[in-house]
């Protein structure tokens, strides 16, 4: 079975705040860097049979540092586009479009099964035994689904463009990527989904360093 993990990850961010906050992150980039290289480690050892494809989004260009340790680097932060997103107060707006330009840029040869969505600083724990053919996301108390990690089967690949371009306007007038990803889904492919009790990662909070499993 062929599994790929997109990472999405910022290092050297523009210190300005969030939407919900006045703190972007507690951390330093040197902090963000060893907790990405966790990310990568911890996929290694519950997936060792995974490919990981890193997306860099941050002001600096980290290949140097990073490009040995997955099997795909790619750095997107000199794009302008790219840029007004990720910093921009709404950071789902960043990721969202980042994972949009690999879709459509950048991704020359689809995996056999499946992707992996995970956000960098956020640690696997155990590995899940995901259910094939259809989207696995972990629906969350408050009315929307989690998008720190996420299965989507290869043959609704198109379909994952669709919704993320979709969510896109809504995004910009600061609705959540989580809020709106669910409300599309459960209207138009609620068959398509299988709902999953735990993710099995551990990350810290960025804007105020403290930890949570999932």
Not at 132 to 149: D, P
Request: proline share 3%; no cysteine.
């Amino acid at each position: 079975m062929s599994l790929v993990f997109i990472i999405t990850s910022v290092i050297y961010f523009k210190d300005k705040g969030l939407s919900y906050t006045k703190t972007r992150s507690v951390y330093s980039p040197r902090q963000r860097f060893n907790q990405t290289i966790g990310t990568i480690n911890s996929i290694r050892k519950f997936y060792p049979e995974a490919k990981i494809i890193l997306i860099e989004m941050g002001l600096e260009d980290i290949k140097d540092w990073l490009s040995e340790l997955v099997d795909n680097y790619i750095y997107l932060g000199n794009s302008k586009t790219i840029r007004f997103f990720v910093d921009s107060r709404y950071k789902w707006l960043g990721e969202t479009t980042g994972i949009l330009k690999v879709l459509f840029s950048f991704l020359t040869k689809k995996p056999d099964t499946f992707f992996i969505k995970i956000s960098w600083r956020y640690f696997v724990t155990k590995k899940i035994e995901w259910t094939q053919n259809i989207f696995n996301f972990r629906k969350t108390e408050n009315g929307s689904i989690s998008t720190r990690l996420y299965w989507v089967p290869v043959k609704y690949l198109d379909t994952w463009k669709v919704l993320l371009l979709a969510s896109l306007p809504f995004l910009m007038v600061w609705l959540s990527v989580e809020f709106i990803l669910w409300q599309i889904l459960r209207f138009v492919w609620e068959k398509k989904i299988k709902y999953v009790s735990e993710l099995w990662i551990e990350w810290y909070i960025g804007p105020d360093g403290s930890q949570i499993n999932e």
